[in-house]
């Protein structure tokens, strides 16, 4: 019998029943558990649509006069500033953009998100204001080769200072020399817990996942079948300079750097195994092998449509900087002495590695 | 000198006037007042404004800033329950519509389990409400069209859990 369509494809046939196969259609018109599921899910989308139901009515034309006259009404210090200066002022206001480089931050660089970043492995596209730590810190989708348990979780939360900052997190606080041009006042701080992940490597399943893309599994290493492996990262701080409205102008964080550790294969034998595997892009497959499991170096897959990198230095470090391709975001990321160290926001790359030379 | 004036981008008058509604309606499902989402939609086209995003994505690209700074507004959201408090009735969605069934109290609610969601399904959720179809929410967000349905799905239920608790907790 044919398994039961998911509770996604379920929902997207109250939506868009044509983008639901012929077969999983048939499936629901004749399953009583999927008809059930459907009405679950009609009832809590009915909900939903009540409760974001709004009929707000715009004029557009008085909206239109406010942002023209807004723009006008710049504060004079913006107004004279030089034309590069006031594009990445205006940068400043992008919310999204710099929302996304904290996200980025936190959960990627800094306390990675271990239920995020360590399953990921596909290339999926990214639009260029969605910029998730997926972006930043991937490994392979290792759930399709075994299984992951996620055992602490980062819980990032704002703290009152940088000395609780620096309790929490076993970290030296990051002090920002001189802040860029349209960043001021004085930051909020943010602290993410350790995260750990055990991750045993299943062959049966790297076999299924094989198979489905029409390959056969390579032999694995011996003893690699049922290995684990734990993977860590973080605790980590953030600090974050907010502008007026609410928009987080400049970013710094810190945080211990990933790593695996194992107790039988090493990692190294598990990473070089699973680059041979069949389905692995090229590029992430590079990206991986950048990652050497003792937390000296930080793999970051770049999606090249929105992202460009490059490389610096920065304390003599190797680093790397991402520059959003619409020139709004810019972010330095670099690993020294196991602690991850990024810099990024709404500003120019050669002002974040100015503020990252300047960390003290 | 960057001259003062208005925005630089050439086709912001075009984009503003084609997808301004839009953006306000995204901006409004989640805060629930027009007052606000204007707010929001002022500093997402601001944003806009300034980014070289080829117009051919600016209405996905409007509708994810609307959901992400609407979002951001109901994390200050002290301020805002101050404000209402002594505004008295900031809930000005559609004064004119009888028929707005919603009440404050549960707009409050709704705005507080949106906060709750993570973001990614929060954005989804509003963003499907907004009408964007599943291939639009999927290229917007970086999904699969087939896991947009799963997103939504869970923040639908996540969203019907939360109504649910606090209307029984405050009954």
Known sequence: MRRHPTDGTLRRLLDEPAGVADADREHVAGCPVCLSGLAAARADAAVAADALSTEVTADVDAAWQRLTAGAAAVPPAVQVAPPRRARWRAALRSPVIAAAGVVALLAGAGAAAAADWLPIFRTERIAPVTLTQADLVALPDLSAYGDLRVSSEPNVRPVAGASTAAQLTGLTVPRVGELPRGVTGEPTYQVGDRVTAVYTFSAAKAAQTATAAGETLPTPPPGLDGSQFRLTAGPGMAAVWTEARGVPALVVARAVAPAAYSSGVPFATARDYLLKLPGLPADVAAQLRAFSGDGTTLPLPVNSRYLTSSAAKVGGKPATVLTSRDGALAGVVWADAGVINAVAGSLSADEVLSVARELR | ?171
């Open chain 2, 1 to 171: 000198m960057e001259p003062s004036g208005p925005p630089v981008r050439a086709d912001l008058e075009d984009v503003f006037r084609a997808a301004y509604a839009r953006v306000v309606g995204v901006a409004a499902r989640v805060l629930g007042t027009r007052d606000e989402a204007e707010d929001v939609a002022q500093e997402v086209f601001l944003s806009f404004g300034r980014t070289a995003v080829p117009a051919a994505e600016a209405p996905g690209w409007l509708s994810v800033a609307a959901a992400h700074t609407a979002l951001n507004h109901l994390r200050s959201g002290r301020r805002r329950a101050a404000r209402e408090g002594q505004a008295g009735d900031g809930l000005a969605v559609s004064p004119d519509v009888a028929d707005a069934v919603v009440t404050r109290d549960e707009h409050r609610r709704v705005r507080a389990a949106l906060a709750r969601l993570p973001r990614k399904h929060a954005v989804a959720l509003v963003l499907r409400h907004s009408g964007l179809s599943y291939a639009e929410v999927a290229a917007t967000l970086g999904l699969s069209p087939g896991s947009v349905g799963t997103t939504v799905r869970r923040a639908e239920s996540a969203l019907r859990e939360e109504l649910n608790r606090h209307a029984s907790s405050s009954d």
